[in-house]
T-cell receptor
Framework: GDSVTQMEGPVTLSEEAFLTINCTYT??????LFWYVQYPGEGLQLLLK?????DKGSNKGFEATYRKETTSFHLEKGSVQVSDSAVYFC???????????FGAGTRLFVKA | NAGVTQTPKFQVLKTGQSMTLQCAQD?????MYWYRQDPGMGLRLIYY???????DKGEVPNGYNVSRLNKREFSLRLESAAPSQTSVYFC??????????FGSGTQLSVL
């Protein structure tokens, strides 16, 4: 069945470091891909999305490119801030039903 | 600008007690969902309602029931709570598998 695998955390970085969180997926059809972010004590909120191959989603300095050939959707940011500390979830949707499938989440800590 | 509203925010139950988690959305979305979040396991779908009047099981439905009361409201009921149901519960809504909008969560402890 469809699935999402993302790198285990926690990831700890210093402020202004480069961030990559890997995400790969298995899906039939042509899913949309999402990154959600969860700040402490809050629900998830959409960070960015891409709906077809080679699309790049971007928001708040974060980027991810939908790579069909490698079935990947890695999240990147050139210079992280302390305020980016959160849990990041990769997800796929529109897989022929109404169910979004989430990865396990990657916790990011950014130190000042 | 309420979005998705869940109540309560925190709840402690004893094993065997029952309770209902309430969820309401004001975005006129057709689809609503209940997820549970456990450490290291991401979000797992408990039940969903594709549209008013329909409900379907997700990945982990055992021990839960749901009611889609109307287009706005989707409740989750635990008939006889068990310690394994200690978790954080999130309600969400969307249109046709696009962007999900989440509530702020209910932290449930079953002793």
């Amino acid at each position: 069945g469809d699935s999402v695998t993302q790198m285990e955390g926690p990831v700890t970085l210093s402020e202004e470091a480069f961030l990559t969180i890997n995400c790969t997926y298995t899906a039939t059809g042509y899913p949309s891909l999402f990154w959600y972010v969860q700040y402490p004590g809050e629900g998830l909120q959409l960070l960015l999305k891409a709906t077809k191959a080679d699309d790049k989603g971007s928001n708040k300095g974060f980027e991810a490119t939908y790579r069909k050939e490698t079935t990947s959707f890695h999240l990147e940011k050139g210079s992280v801030q302390v305020s980016d500390s959160a849990v990041y979830f990769c997800a796929l949707g529109n897989t022929g039903g109404f169910k979004t499938i989430f990865g396990a989440g990657t916790r990011l800590f950014v130190k000042a | 600008n309420a979005g998705v509203t869940q109540t309560p925010k925190f709840q402690v139950l004893k094993t065997g007690q029952s309770m209902t988690l309430q969820c309401a959305q004001d975005m006129n979305h057709n689809s609503m969902y209940w997820y549970r979040q456990d450490p290291g396991m991401g979000l797992r779908l408990i039940y969903y309602s594709a549209s008013e009047g329909t409900t379907d099981k997700g990945e982990v439905p055992n021990g839960y029931n749901v009611s889609r009361l109307n287009k706005r409201e989707f409740s989750l009921r635990l008939e006889s709570a068990a310690p394994s149901q200690t978790s954080v519960y999130f309600c969400a809504s969307n249109e046709r598998s696009e962007k999900l909008f989440f509530g702020s969560g209910t932290q449930l402890s079953v002793l």
